[in-house]
Every structure is written in structure tokens, then in C-alpha cells.
Nanobody
Framework: QVQLVESGGGSVQPGGSLRLSCVAS????????MGWYRQTPGKQRELVAR???????NYADSVKGRFTISRDNGKNTVILQMNTLKPEDTAVYYC???????????WGQGTQVTVSS
């Protein structure tokens, strides 16, 4: 079992930055693929960025060059640094922990990000 707690959401003007953190507890963090997803009302949850257990990353095209995902296995933490934010980045952001070999998939409670002038 993995528990995920997100923090760092809030309101920011276009062009600003936010840093989301997700702290995991309860299992071997380093073995999990970690991701950030986002969802707006009426739309499906979409992948924003993912960092695998081996450190490889992938990003949604809409955030490439603006967002950076990183992980600190010693602190059981995954970070999403979001720069040059746009109004279309407004969403609830969710942290995800995934380990396919165990069919394990866990979600945090979500944190609101609002980009508006």
C-alpha cells in the first residue's frame, strides 16, 4: 500500500511558476514509476509528466520545455516544477504511483492549480 500526499498548488498569473511536491509512504518508493496527471471538469485525466523507476522521463507535448519532473528516492518525493504557466494549465493535479509487476496503482487527493490574470 502507498499513500501519496500532494502540496504546492495555488493561484498564479500567466508566466509564473509553481512547484508541486508529492510525498509517498508505505512501500518501496524507488521501485515505483511516478507521474503527475491533471484533470479539468468534463475532461479525462491526462498525463502531464512521468518519471520511471530507472529515472527516464516523458512529458505531454503541451508542457515540454516548461515543466520538469524529478524524484528524490531518499526522501520518497517526486517534484513537478512548472514554469511559464498558461491559463490552459489550470486543473487539479494528481500524483500517481505505479508498479505494473504488482498491478499496483495509487493516487493522491489532488491539488488545484489556477493560472489566471
Amino acid at each position: 500500500q502507498v499513500q501519496l500526499v500532494e502540496s504546492g498548488g495555488g493561484s498564479v498569473q500567466p508566466g509564473g511558476s509553481l512547484r508541486l511536491s508529492c510525498v509517498a509512504s508505505g512501500s518501496i518508493f524507488s521501485m515505483y514509476h511516478m507521474g503527475w496527471y491533471r484533470q479539468t471538469p468534463g475532461k479525462q485525466r491526462e498525463l502531464v509528466a512521468r518519471i520511471n523507476s530507472d529515472g527516464t522521463t516523458n512529458y505531454a507535448d503541451s508542457v515540454k520545455g516548461r515543466f520538469t519532473i524529478s524524484r528524490d528516492n531518499g526522501k520518497n518525493t517526486v517534484i513537478l516544477q512548472m514554469n511559464t504557466l498558461k491559463p490552459e494549465d489550470t486543473a487539479v493535479y494528481y500524483c500517481n504511483a505505479n508498479r505494473p509487476v504488482l498491478r499496483a496503482d495509487y493516487w493522491g487527493q489532488g491539488t488545484q492549480v489556477t493560472v489566471s490574470s
